[in-house]
């Protein structure tokens, strides 16, 4: 699988569990949103680099996180 397939799974199934939270969490779909919108950019041109690939992955971090803290999961 490369890269793309990858991202696109993720991005797939965050975006379902979007629909499943979004009245209660705000801040996830805000995250998920910025995710989709960076994978986005860096498929214009179809092919994805080092940078590209260091931000989006940033992202899926921020989505992690909020969704951690959405559900009290982060420690505190």
Do not use: C, P, Y
Not at 24 to 39: D, P
């Amino acid at each position: 699988m490369d890269i793309t397939a990858i991202l696109g799974i993720i991005v797939a199934v965050l975006g379902s569990a979007s629909a499943f939270v979004a009245v209660r969490h705000q801040a996830v779909i805000k995250e998920i949103r910025e995710l989709a919108e960076v994978v986005a950019e860096a498929l214009e041109d179809k092919k994805i680099t080092k940078d590209e690939q260091k931000e989006i992955l940033e992202e899926i971090v921020d989505v992690a996180n909020a969704i951690a803290e959405s559900w009290s999961l982060r420690k505190s």
